[in-house]
């Protein structure tokens, strides 16, 4: 097993294995994503019964998504100010409130809200538990843990729906969201076991969200660009491929399994992402990944049976497999010292608007033209967000830190990549002098 470190900005580290993170970080994760997966497909189905129009169930069930667009500024600033531990707590409450809303909801407006909660507590637990992984592990293991994080939540969310429609069978959509109840307060309770970090107390409260965002506003619109254009790639295919399926005639039955099967691929090449992204470096991982929603996107139009979709929805699930974890360690790379719950809270917000914006844009292209046109359209976003990790993306893996530098008891600093594409926060050692905060060369 490899060793890692627990790192601080203050210099303090601590030996620690990544095995220790399984059952304060990576079962938990399951959990949460279990319960998540159990209850996404049933949000749509609440807002029918109460009354609401497939145009406005669509609305409601897109709110989650706006609520963790609007959350992710400041859920950096909640972690940065109670640290990963109270975060998680917070996130796990505003979990439970915005499922018990949709449970108990009278009216589609108290469904609404409830949705919003679901979507800000998304933000703030994705960003608690990323700030603790990244505090924990050395940079020469970050992809790995990342990239495993990514994937429990998403082999969670992969079984999460054969788990829920025992219940839904029973209960009704209700049964699931109760499944996601449950599933939101063990993964709590489970990862507030964790050890706090205080990753941040060199710097209590010294730095507002809009200085980090000013400061940092050259990497945030570089790499940024392509972690915006990684979000709508892979949350567009969750839009197109239904629409697509329905456009060839598949039945609801032949597209669950389609689905399913592309899952499986997404979650079978979690930790080979991770190995890749440490042994090869970020751009070595973003580029290929982008190339194969790429190559996926502009087959749509040319497939005409379920057997053809289905190759090209495992193409985009080892598209998505391939990118597992990498705009998290990406972020987590180009993080400056001090500031790295609110910059990570910024950065998170650029993946997350394009998550928000692809399968809109999926809709408001199809509406305009037709189905295929908005296949080409991402075809070319995908082809963009690879020409920009070209440009933009760190070319290297990091170097791994002498057992015995980790135990100095001079502080050190926070290891960087050593690439000149690389936007960097922090003067790392080497020969290469990285350029001001924020600043990409």
Do not use: K
Not at 110 to 134: D, E, F, K, P, T
Not at 145 to 165: I, Y
Not at 229 to 237: I, K, N, P
Not at 265 to 292: E, H, K, N, Q
């Amino acid at each position: 097993m490899i060793s890692s470190s627990v790192e601080t900005d203050c210099g303090a580290q601590s030996p620690v294995r990544l095995r220790t993170l399984v059952w304060t970080v990576f079962v938990p994760m399951v959990l949460y994503g279990t319960g998540s997966g159990a209850a996404a497909p049933m949000y749509a189905l609440r807002a029918l019964d109460l009354g609401a129009s497939i145009g406005v169930a669509g609305v409601i069930v897109a709110l989650s998504g706006l609520g963790m667009v609007l959350a992710d500024l400041p859920a950096g600033r909640v972690v940065a100010r109670i640290g990963e531990r109270g975060a998680i707590g917070l996130g796990s409450a505003l979990g439970v409130v915005g499922v018990l809303c949709a449970i108990c909801a009278p009216n589609v407006g108290v469904l609404a809200a409830g949705m919003l909660c679901n979507g800000a507590a998304g933000a703030v637990w994705g960003l608690a538990r990323q700030s603790y992984v990244v505090a924990v592990v050395a940079p020469t293991d970050r992809g790995r843990a990342l990239s495993t994080l990514a994937g429990s939540s998403r082999l969670g969310f992969f079984c999460g729906p054969f788990l829920g429609a025992l219940l839904v069978h029973a209960m009704g959509p209700n049964g699931a969201l109760w499944l996601q109840f449950a599933m939101t307060i063990l993964s709590g309770a489970a990862m507030v076991a964790i050890r706090s970090t205080d990753v941040d107390d060199a710097h209590p409260g010294g730095h507002s969200l809009r200085s980090v965002v000013v400061e940092n506003r050259r990497v945030l619109g570089t790499l940024g660009s392509a972690a915006l254009l990684v979000g709508a790639a892979r949350a567009a295919r969750l839009a197109l491929l239904p629409l697509w399926a329905a456009h060839i005639g598949a039945s609801p039955s032949t597209t669950s399994l389609v689905f399913g099967v592309a899952g499986a691929m997404d979650v079978l090449m979690s930790y080979p992402a991770g190995v890749w992204l440490d042994r090869y470096g970020r751009r070595a991982t973003g580029i290929p990944s982008m190339l194969l929603f790429a190559a996926g996107y502009a087959a749509i139009p040319f497939t005409s049976s379920a057997l053809e979709l289905a190759g090209v929805a495992v193409l985009l699930g080892l598209a998505n497999g391939v990118s597992n974890g990498l705009i998290m360690t990406v972020g987590a790379d180009v993080a400056p010292a001090g500031q790295r719950a609110e910059f990570l809270g910024a950065w998170r917000l650029t993946h997350d608007i394009g998550s928000f914006v692809g399968p809109i844009a999926v809709g408001l292209i199809s509406a305009a033209t037709v189905l295929g046109a908005s296949a080409i359209a991402l075809a070319a976003a995908a082809s963009a967000g690879a020409a920009a990790m070209h440009r933009w993306f760190p070319g290297a893996a990091p170097t791994p830190q002498p057992r015995d530098a980790l135990s100095a008891t001079t502080p050190a600093p926070q290891p960087r990549h050593q690439s000149s594409d690389t936007p960097s926060a922090t003067t790392p050692a080497g020969p290469v002098p990285p350029p001001l905060t924020g600043q990409v060369p």
